[in-house]
């Protein structure tokens, strides 16, 4: 009996020394996932719906503008009033192999336009949603002063994740876009889940909170508050964030078929601008423009 009773607590030892073992080897791969510094971006991983953005988390659906207010600091540290607009068009661009979706945004401050950018997602076939370039004009006192454009397959520059398809608590970091010659070196992990939020547009429960912070930014983090089936609600921050960048959902408009046509004229304005810039022809003009969805389906 006692032959027996010690080989079964051999056995129960051997098994939590696997087991053991097994976790030990599952937690240094996602210490290693957490430190790589960009994500492993194949194009084969897309298909032709990759326009498509239909994460529930953040899904993007041609003529919707979304609307933020709240405040933000300057330069010189003065609370300003802040005010974003996002607008989804109806225009791709192939980048990297992959057809696109483009987005026009504009960013306001003390009711300046401080901001214009093109942004550029695609869906992979799991549901991830990617960031896979952008073009954001900056303005000085109403005057131009910086495009620091990157895409991927540019200058060594690699697309990035803007949303897991499936995000959990405890999953390891991820780069949302790696372009180190322009400085863009953003990271995102899952913060929170499950928590309860009011913003001027409704109060929601089961909000997902996303930290995003940067390598020139060590210690300073923006979070996102995201909703499924409506998407980014509220933005802030913590620990030290120069800006310290408020903003909540104000509105959200659904544009019928002309105010999607001006949406698409004004983003083709700014991309007419983007093939002109000087500083920018290196990277933009490594692209094809952009053309409405209907020419590729």
């Not at 032959?3 to 056995?11: P, R, T």
């Not at 990759?50 to 540290?77: C, E, H, M, Q």
């Not at 192999?97 to 550029?120: I, R």
Request: charged share 20%.
């Amino acid at each position: 009996m006692k032959s027996l009773n010690h080989l079964i607590i051999k056995f129960l030892h051997r098994i939590l020394a696997a087991f053991v073992l097994i976790s030990l080897c599952v937690s240094i791969s996602w210490a290693q996932e957490e430190v790589k510094k960009y994500e492993d971006f194949d194009p084969a991983n897309f298909d032709a719906n990759s326009t498509n953005i239909t994460n529930s988390w953040f899904n993007l659906k041609p003529g919707t503008r979304s609307v933020y207010a709240g405040t933000t600091l300057d330069d010189n540290g003065v609370m300003q009033q802040h005010r974003v607009v996002i607008n989804v068009t109806s225009l791709t661009k192939k980048i990297a192999g992959v057809n696109t979706l483009a987005t026009w945004d504009l960013d306001y401050s003390a009711g300046e336009l401080v901001e214009a950018e093109l942004a550029f997602y695609a869906q992979d076939k799991k549901g991830n949603v990617w960031r896979m370039g952008e073009y954001p004009e900056e303005y000085e006192n109403g005057e131009f002063a910086d495009a620091p454009a990157w895409f991927c397959g540019v200058q060594e520059a690699i697309a990035g994740i803007s949303m897991l398809a499936n995000p959990w608590e405890g999953t390891p970091s991820y780069s949302q876009g790696w372009a180190p010659k322009v400085n863009f070196t953003d990271r995102g992990e899952v913060d929170k889940m499950g928590e309860t939020i009011c913003v001027p547009m409704g109060c929601y429960e089961n909000v997902l909170v996303i930290s995003e912070t940067s390598e020139d930014e060590p210690g300073a983090f923006q979070l996102k508050y995201w909703v499924e089936g409506v998407g980014n609600v509220q933005v802030g921050f913590k620990g030290g964030d120069a800006t310290q960048e408020i903003l909540r959902l104000v509105d959200i408009y659904k544009l019928g078929a002309e105010g999607l046509k001006w949406m698409n004229s004004e983003a083709l304005k700014l991309e007419a601008l983007a093939y002109s810039r000087r500083g920018s022809k290196k990277v933009y003009g490594q692209t094809p423009p952009c053309i409405p969805l209907t020419e590729i389906r």
